[in-house]
């Protein structure tokens, strides 16, 4: 006997046979965590339909079996169209899984039903897991799990997906279900008996295929249907000749049968899904028992306050705001912290290099070209995303974020996009790279564009420092000192700014180049949830924590020794760097920044954090990137160097509006596969940034006259 | 006989019982999807600030519809 305990992610033995199992179900059903809590991977799950692209495979060992088990995206039918749905369509029916575990909602039961009576349809291999068993208590649900295995004629058991105890039952389950091989007397939907007949007289044709454990009747039903994306699948997975004539013959029969007795294709469609819908509503009636006369009452409560009329914009606001207090207030302290320790560690390695003897000039490139630049990536980014993603994710699993694309729905249609590009943007906030893949939740392909394309007006958790840096430079020079309120001030309306800049130019966008249908939108908004604090602080730091070091890797390293190069190799008197930044001195005075600066945000291409450290390298001609100073250090060094308060304001809202980071372009040609959209990512903040500070320098030199 | 009304006239706390849909293609089949079949009964449980989309409870779920789609589903 073995317990949830001994669950491991074993090497399977090659020789033992795999049992296949699919983890399918409705969006937000829980699905992702139960494969969590089977698998002990800690693969991060979302709470809104689309979250889950790919198919995730893992095996567990359970009592002696191996199990190789896949967490398919949510689906709401197998009939229908979204990208990922088909994925998870595709998988269901012509995976060949030996058990499909149809996990349903226990407080929103017939909603989930509907599925597992689609896929009863297409296999009778099922596992049925009604899932948040202890929500549905708190709500005064109660289900009669027993009575439901008696009507589907399948098993049906009861899980908390969280709490790996309740999975006991579950996973006996599995074992014993692994055994049988007989077929059970699954449950059949009550069709009208005209679409019944006209299924029959196709699935005479098909009795001479071997469908691999498909039921033909389902086959058929498609067939009928006629959609030809369905088909064509139906055709290269079971088999079937496309074409047999003798099918064609009877799906053409069929469908005339069927107009005779005043039934379209239309009126088909509508039939086949009102008989599930029907007979999962009763179904579900007949197994439940509500105790409270309002179970998402509390939940009604909670969303008058959120998403109010008065109160809804506020409170999201509000909560920007403390997003970016928390962020930026607690990383300061592990960013300094991990500053002083590469400091330490590099004049170690310097040690170590003249103990080997290496020539200068490697020790010079490797520790203060590459090494500098490194460590300066990882010290300002990684506290700042290691604070950030996890309180995403947690606004996120307890279901607010829905709430936040359904209030800001109606300003976004208004532009041509949807409110789930707002989700986006706060993805972006975090980093620009995760909101543009992030931008897969959006059906539509060009509202998905749109998302994509402006996704880099947000400041990221990397230029998020350089912010918050150049307005308290841009305080010192105005009064002397930097008030903390006034900058917490300052850094939200710079971010409103940006948000405000996005909505223009979605606006701009979805009247030119991007224009077309506004799509339909709905979205479901789940119950709240309590999400478990420790498991999402621990699964955003691991994961967080080596997407960073590898981007810094990758990224930062060999810019780090570009710019050493750039500033070591003298023509003329002066280095590489110095002749750059003269070059591009006219460009930068038109926008109210200077030569040096623009250099900076150029090279700062690979990533936004060396920004600052590069101009100040330039300014105080230095050979390399120096140590990190205080902003009042930054302060007198820009002073010297010309800076008045408008070229705060100007390099502030050029750091919000100039070309995206290099990891965000490969990002947007990977998500697109377009060099056309790609150039565009790059182009339009740079564009627009470009014009804001030339006006902006414009009007002030008017003023100033 | 009980009155046509689109699902759009719905105000916070009123239900109906929905008769037919006029979408088609693929909103139709979002909308059959989430559950919103003739014979489905939908209240209307909340409003977002600009009042466009609002929240509908369909089959223990809620559901957030944009008013021009809302206008495609007739009840009564």
């Known amino acids: ?152 004629g399948v098993p049906v058991v009861p899980t908390v997906a969280r709490k790996k105890g309740t999975l006991k039952r579950f996973l006996s389950e599995l074992d014993c279900y692994s055994e049988k091989k007989e077929a059970s007397t699954r449950y059949s939907i009550g069709y009208p008996e ?3 007949y006209a299924a029959y007289m196709v699935e005479k044709e098909l009795l001479s295929y071997e469908t691999g454990g498909v039921s033909r009747f389902w086959v058929a039903l498609r067939l009928i249907e006629g959609d030809a994306d369905m088909n064509s699948e139906i055709f290269s997975n079971l088999g079937i000749d496309s074409c047999d004539k003798e099918i064609s013959d009877a799906v053409a029969r069929a469908r005339e049968y069927l ?4 039934i379209d294709a239309e009126g088909y469609k509508d039939a086949v899904v009102g008989a599930i819908i029907g007979d999962a509503e009763a179904i579900a009636k ?41 962020t930026m207030s607690l990383a300061n302290y592990p960013s300094e912290a991990l500053s002083r320790l590469f400091t330490y560690l590099e004049g170690k390695i310097v040690l170590l290099f003249e103990l080997c003897n290496a020539p200068d000039i490697l020790t010079e490139a490797l520790i203060y070209g590459v090494y500098r630049t490194l460590s300066r990536v990882v010290a300002v980014m990684l506290p700042p995303m290691a604070i950030f993603f996890p309180m995403f994710t947690l606004l996120e699993d307890s279901g ?53 394309l402006t996704n880099s007006f947000i400041p990221c958790n990397g230029r998020l420092p350089m912010l918050v840096s150049i307005i308290g430079v841009g305080f010192i020079i105005f009064i002397g000192r930097v008030p903390s309120a006034l900058l917490a001030a300052a850094l939200l309306g710079f971010i409103l700014l940006s948000i405000g800049g996005t909505f223009l130019v979605t606006l701009i966008l979805s009247k030119t180049i991007l224009a077309g249908e506004r799509s339909s939108f709905t979205i479901e908004l789940p119950p709240y949830r309590r999400p ?42 002066a280095s590489l760097i110095n002749h750059a930044s003269d070059f591009l001195d006219p460009v930068g005075r038109i926008m109210g920044l200077d030569g040096a600066i623009l250099l900076a945000f150029i090279l700062g291409l690979p990533a936004n954090e060396i920004v600052i450290p590069i101009l100040v390298m330039i300014y105080t001609a230095g050979g390399a990137l120096g140590a990190d100073i205080s902003v009042s250090g930054m302060a007198d060094i820009f002073i010297n160097n010309g800076w008045t308060l408008m070229t705060a304001v100007s390099v502030a809202i050029f750091s919000l509006f100039h070309w995206p980071c290099s990891t965000s372009i490969i990002t947007v040609y990977k998500e697109t596969k377009s060099k056309k959209y790609t150039a565009l990512a790059a182009l339009l903040p740079t564009a627009f940034g470009f014009i804001i500070c030339v006006a902006l320098n414009f009007c002030f030199t008017l003023f100033k006259m | 006989m009980k009155e046509e009304r689109k699902l759009s006239s719905l105000d916070v706390g009123e239900c109906g019982l929905v008769i037919r849909l006029l979408a088609d293609g693929s909103m139709r089949r979002r909308l059959l999807d989430v559950g919103i079949a003739p014979g489905t009964s939908v209240a209307c449980v909340g409003k977002s600030p600009f009042g466009d989309p609002r929240a509908y409870l369909v089959r223990g779920c809620e559901i957030a519809i944009r008013r021009k789609d809302a206008e495609g589903i007739i009840i009564e």
């Open chain 1, 286 to 326: 007949s197994v439940t028992e509500v105790n409270s006369c309002d179970p998402r009452r509390k939940q009604r409560q909670i969303d008058r306050i959120l998403t109010g009329r008065l109160t809804a914009f506020p409170v999201m606001i509000l909560l920007l705001g403390l997003v970016l207090w928390i």
């Open chain 1, 400 to 452: 607010y974020l829905p709430r936040v694309a359904y209030n800001l729905d109606r300003p976004f249609a208004a532009c041509g996009a949807c409110g789930k590009q707002a989700l986006t943007m706060c993805m972006g906030l975090g980093c620009n790279a995760v909101g543009i893949c992030g931008a897969r939740i959006i059906d539509s392909k060009r509202e998905r564009l749109l998302a994509i």
């Open chain 1, 259 to 262: 107009f005779s007795s005043g």
């Open chain 1, 1 to 152: 006997m073995g317990s949830v305990k001994l669950l491991k992610r074993e090497k399977a033995n090659p020789r033992e046979n795999k049992i296949s199992v699919a983890l399918a179900g409705n969006p937000n059903v829980g699905k992702s965590t139960l494969f969590n809590s089977l698998t002990g991977m800690h693969r991060h799950t979302g709470n809104w339909a689309g979250k889950t692209v790919s198919v995730a495979t893992c095996d567990i060992v359970w009592e002696k079996k191996v199990y190789s088990v896949a967490d398919i995206p949510g689906t709401y039918s197998l009939l229908s169209h979204s990208h990922e749905e088909e994925v998870a369509r595709n998988y269901i029916c012509f995976g060949g899984a030996d058990v499909t575990v149809v996990v349903c909602d226990a407080t929103s039961l017939e909603h989930s039903l509907g599925l597992v009576l689609q896929i009863l349809e297409v296999t009778d291999r099922v596992i049925v897991c009604v899932n948040l068993i202890d929500e549905a208590e708190r709500a005064g649900i109660k289900i009669d799990t027993d009575a439901l295995s008696r009507a589907l």
């Open chain 1, 194 to 196: 005209k679409i019944k």
């Open chain 1, 532 to 573: 478990e604090v420790v498991r999402v602080i621990f699964r955003s730091l691991t994961s967080r924590v080596f997407s960073v070091l590898c981007r810094a890797v990758s990224v930062a390293a060999p810019m780090g020794l570009i710019i050493f190069v750039l500033s070591s190799i003298q023509i003329g008197g």
